[in-house]
T-cell receptor, first 114, second 115 residues
């Protein structure tokens, strides 16, 4: 089955700096790659996703890039703010018909310091 | 956006007992899944809840331990049976809609502690 590795496990940046989180996946058939943000004690929230027919997607301060050949994808957060502090999970899945079953990475704890 | 409600939100249970967690969505969904998140860990898929038929379990999870029901398109239950302290986790219901291009959204979670 699919295996997703995520790095780093923890990341500390100063407010205003950029943060980059990287993931690799094992199944070349995977075609959908979402990112979730989980604040302490709360549910995971979908923040951005990308499909395999797209190399990059941006939404305000958040962007995701995908390299299908190397089987890795990354989350980029620019101009970080304290409210960006959370655990971020990447995931990969095969989207077939009406369902996509996600395999999650191990998570990255991002801390944005003042 | 739709509301995904889970209850109970948390519970403390005794070893050997069972707990049933409910997931209610305020609109019909295509798919429903149950995930487990152990303390400080990632999310692991337990099973896909299939409407009107037996759930599809992932490797390492069995129906006798985690029976699942899904009687209609908006409701599902997960039971954690014969609990042990190792079952202490957050259990999350997740759903996907055709109209949302199958993006996965999570319920509020049930934090379970087994003594």
């Amino acid at each position: 089955g699919e295996n997703v590795e995520q790095h780093p496990s923890t990341l500390s940046v100063q407010e205003g700096d950029s943060a980059v989180i990287k993931c690799t996946y094992s199944d070349s058939a995977s075609n959908y790659f979402p990112w979730y943000k989980q604040e302490l004690g709360k549910r995971p929230q979908l923040i951005i996703d990308i499909r395999s027919n797209v190399g990059e997607k941006k939404d305000q301060r958040i962007a995701v890039t995908l390299n299908k050949t190397a089987k890795h994808f990354s989350l980029h957060i620019t101009e970080t703010q304290p409210e960006d502090s959370a655990v971020y999970f990447c995931a990969a899945s095969i989207f077939v018909g009406t369902a996509s079953k996600l395999t999650f990475g191990t998570g990255t704890r991002l801390q944005v310091t003042l | 956006s739709a509301v995904i409600s889970q209850k109970p939100s948390r519970d403390i249970c005794q070893r050997g007992t069972s707990l049933t967690i409910q997931c209610q969505v305020d609109s019909q969904v295509t798919m429903m899944f149950w995930y487990r998140q152990q303390p400080g860990q990632s999310l692991t898929l337990i099973a896909t809840a299939n409407q009107g038929s037996e759930a599809t379990y992932e490797s390492g999870f069995v129906i006798d331990k985690f029976p699942i029901s899904r009687p209609n398109l908006t409701f599902s239950t997960l039971t954690v049976s014969n609990m042990s302290p190792e079952d202490s986790s957050i259990y999350l219901c997740s759903v996907a809609w055709v109209s949302a291009n199958e993006k996965l959204f999570f319920g509020s979670g049930t934090q379970l502690s087994v003594l």
